[in-house]
């Protein structure tokens, strides 16, 4: 590419010295009469000194033709997709990849990379060489899991080391409810393995489909005010380090260590085996029921005393929140007997109904998205999350448009109040719908026996900030507790044993692949993300979920950060 532009450069400059050369006048204008005849003076003049120009001038005349049937054989030779519309605007899209090239994205879509370098050991030795080898030759290797966090967190272009291939149990100790395994595995795989022992995990959080080493690293958590996050479940771990070999931490041989790499991002190095700290498998009752905050205000403390699991959802724009217990079931009483009031298909029907008008309105505006009904899939068939989904998708930033389907969730928990029984890795599983950007914060609320009220100030003036910004949020605002863990890097890091923390979820769905509103629906939540950070999080001693921390690489920092700077500008603009 330098290269043609240098001799363009030399083509143009050989060309206009050739024509306007100072011993002869410039050639008279296109109309002169003796214009012919100019031109062929100037040439006959030119000619007896000009041999060696003229073979210069034939030399680059040749290499622009030779780029040119370069550039159009290229263009008319390159492997483009059956699907590519517009081949001009899409030349470079189908390159073909490497085939030592990986890509590795997150599960929301959100955060991808490209790597030669993903490797995924099968025991213990080979992980203990590849570390070995990747720090003598100082090659970057970030610990990477299932990629279920919305930020990404263990996605690198220098190298990834995931632990897959290594996911059994080694040791289940009856006894005393402690199981060994290897890092890789995932949550459900080892709550199946132990169940015919009778044991699970203490807690859960709203998916199964993390691997132990990264729910572990990232600080994840459950609900209850009595439980703790789940790095708080770990009784020892083996680390594989760069300068130090292998080692085992425990709380017993080195505990300053221990619980810094039991919520250690990796950082420390990478986590080959813990051993967990079980319960008990037992059944669960689940009681959902609707309510609001000045109800909850007056019941908050006995909420979170009185209940093993307990969460809030706020359906933004109503004064609805859903409160979701979870209780063992009575050995005296056994489970509740209760009839529900209303249908699935009853407590679906308000959504099923704006899903059918809306989607009637936005064909008739739009004719382009007219299609057959007879194409249409059953709305019947689909789940609650899957149709707020598909009503997002057909005007996702439109403010009116998503506090109906709000209304529509509301009402939809209205008609689901009710009574569950079921094993507690049933129950506390939690749809929390398609891909989407998340923002959870972690702040302390007190102690279990002294709540400060600070967890419900948060959320009145959430939603505060909401209606009066007029944001498209749509539901549900998540807010759960956990007691504090002992792991410095953990958000509920504290040393008081009665502290208590709330978490608080706030989301944005990506219910469409559409790259320019995927886009739009990002800046919208940014704007989103940086008015609760800017106005709550510092009041409130607010830290973000580490596996909901936007790390970014250069071109995204570039991306986010304009999103965040044309916000500014737009509020010093409007500012009174």
Not at 326 to 352: L, Y
Not at 356 to 378: C, F, G, H, Q, V
Not at 522 to 549: G, M, N, P, V
Request: aromatic share 8%; charged share 25%.
């Amino acid at each position: 590419m330098f290269r043609s532009l240098s001799l363009k450069r030399s083509f143009k400059t050989h060309l206009k010295t050739l024509i306007h050369c100072p011993q002869h006048p410039p050639p008279p204008p296109p109309s002169s009469p003796v214009l012919f005849s100019s031109i062929r003076a100037l040439s006959t003049a030119s000619s007896p000194p000009s041999s060696s120009s003229d073979s210069e001038l034939r030399k680059y005349l040749g290499y622009t033709a030779l780029l040119a049937f370069c550039g159009v054989a290229t263009y008319y030779s390159f492997p483009f997709s059956e699907n590519a519309k517009h081949k001009k605007a899409q030349l470079f899209r189908y390159a073909p990849l490497p085939e030592d090239l990986h890509t590795v994205s997150n599960w929301s879509g959100t955060h991808e990379v490209q790597t030669r370098h993903f490797h995924q050991p099968e025991n213990l030795k080979q992980l203990e060489e590849l570390v070995k080898e990747s720090n003598e030759k100082r090659v970057k290797l970030r610990p990477v899991g299932s990629g279920l966090s919305p930020n990404g967190i263990g996605l690198a272009r220098g190298g990834m080391v995931n632990l897959a291939l290594m996911d059994k149990v080694l040791e289940v100790d009856k006894e005393k409810k402690r199981v060994k395994v290897q890092a890789g595995i995932r949550v459900q795989q080892l709550v199946d393995e132990i169940k015919d022992y009778g044991l699970t995990l203490q807690n859960f959080a709203s998916i199964r489909e993390q691997q132990i080493g990264g729910i572990l690293q990232v600080g994840a958590h459950g609900t209850g005010a009595k439980l703790p996050p789940i790095d708080e479940q770990i009784i020892s771990m083996k680390l594989v380090t760069p300068a130090k070999g292998t080692i085992e931490l425990s709380k017993e041989k080195d505990p300053e260590l221990f619980y810094l790499a039991r919520c250690g991002l990796g950082g420390l190095g990478v986590v080959a085996e813990v051993t967990i700290q079980c319960v008990e498998r037992q059944e669960l009752v689940e009681h959902t029921t609707v309510s609001n905050l000045k109800d909850l205000k007056k019941n908050h403390k006995k909420m979170l005393s009185e209940n093993k699991h307990v969460k809030y959802l706020y359906i933004p724009y109503t004064d609805t929140v859903v409160v979701v217990t979870c209780n063992p079931v009575s050995k005296w009483r056994g489970p509740p007997k209760f009839k529900p009031k209303h249908t699935t298909d009853e407590a679906m029907q308000d959504i099923r109904e704006l899903y059918k008008e809306s989607l009637k309105k936005y064909r008739a505006r739009d004719i382009t998205t007219k299609s057959s009904d007879s194409n249409e899939p059953n709305i019947n068939d689909f789940s609650f999350t899957e149709l707020r989904d598909k009503l997002l998708s057909l005007d996702p930033l439109n403010k009116d448009h998503v506090m109906k389907v709000n209304h529509a969730e509301a009402e939809f928990w209205r008609k689901s109040e009710g009574y569950r029984v079921g094993w507690s890795d049933d129950i506390l599983g939690f749809d929390c719908g398609g891909q989407q950007w998340v923002s959870e914060t972690c702040f302390p609320a007190g102690t279990l026996s002294k709540p400060s009220m600070k967890d419900l100030e948060y959320i009145e003036e959430l939603k505060k900030l909401i209606e009066t910004n007029e944001l498209p949020a749509p539901a549900p605002i998540e807010q759960r507790w956990t007691a504090r863990s002992q792991s410095p890097m953990s958000p509920a890091s504290s040393s008081a044993e009665d502290d208590i923390f709330s978490w608080v979820g706030i989301i944005m769905y990506l219910p469409t692949m559409d790259a320019r509103q995927r886009k739009e629906i990002t800046e919208e939540f940014f704007h989103y993300r940086h008015l609760t950070q800017s106005q709550l999080w510092d009041k409130y001693s607010a830290y973000e979920h580490w596996a909901k921390i936007e790390v970014m690489n250069i071109s995204q920092k570039i991306f986010v950060f304009g999103i965040v700077y044309e916000y500014t500008v737009t509020r010093i603009a409007h500012s009174p």
